[in-house]
């Protein structure tokens, strides 16, 4: 079954308006969760990490004023994005490790912002 | 930092064995991982090397020499349903993911 989930699977919102996308780790908890981002036929980039209990580490060029990021339990992070344009219309997707370096994704939030 | 390179595109025959290759140059190594992504899915995992040589699961095999900075995925019998992107990723020092930019295969009947 799946060890991490996403909600939700799709969204669309207007310009100017905020998302929040939840990921869950199902099956282990999760100290260290990550969220990529994916535009049509490109590869994952990574986004940030998110620290159970402490602030994300994020990536360079990733604004975070705009990519909020809170790990508050073992099990849960969300991104919220805010302020939403058309250019941040991706696939966006989680991931949690369990101890060691094997990652677990969710199954991905396309988002669409009109 | 990192740079992780394979190609872009492959075609095989269905039946076939194709071999997609990756090569890396990385700050900080903690291990190699392929992943298997189908158009609008997440990716979902196939391997796994952290040490050199041949790791064989099923159909699909996948083969490291750290000192080349050298992967690749070795896929077996193809079938249709391999048609999908294949994802090169390194985990780095502070065993963050870092992924190629996939290679796009598409299995001939």
């Known amino acids: 079954g799946a060890v991490v989930s996403q909600h939700p699977s799709r969204v669309i919102c207007k310009s100017g308006t905020s998302v929040k996308i939840e990921c869950r780790s199902l099956?282990?908890?999760?100290?260290?969760m990550f969220w990529y981002r994916q535009f049509p036929k490109k590869s994952l980039m990574l986004m940030a990490t998110s620290n159970e209990g402490s602030k994300a580490t994020y990536e360079q060029g990733v604004e975070k004023d705009k990519f909020l990021i809170n790990h508050a339990s073992l099990t849960l992070s969300t991104l919220t994005v805010t302020s939403a344009h058309p250019e941040d219309s991706s696939f966006y997707i989680c991931?949690?490790?369990?101890?060691?370096?094997?990652?677990?994704f969710g199954p991905g939030t396309r988002l669409t912002v009109t | 930092g990192q740079n992780i390179d394979q190609p872009t595109e492959m075609t095989a025959t269905e039946g076939a064995i194709v071999q997609i290759n990756c090569t890396y140059q990385?700050?900080?190594?903690?291990?190699l991982f392929w992943y298997q992504q189908h158009a609008g899915e997440a990716p979902t995992f196939l391997s796994y090397?952290?040490?050199?040589g041949l790791e064989e699961k099923g159909r699909f095999s996948s083969f490291l020499s750290r000192s080349k900075g050298y992967s690749y995925l070795l896929l077996k019998e193809l079938q249709m349903k391999d048609s999908a992107s294949y994802l090169c990723a390194v985990s780095g020092s502070a065993r963050q993911l870092t992924f190629g930019s996939g290679t796009q295969l598409t299995v001939l009947p």
């Open positions: 991931s949690s490790r369990r101890q060691g370096d094997e990652q677990y």
């Open positions: 099956d282990f908890q999760a100290t260290t």
């Open positions: 090397n952290v040490l050199d």
């Open positions: 990385t700050s900080g190594f903690n291990g």
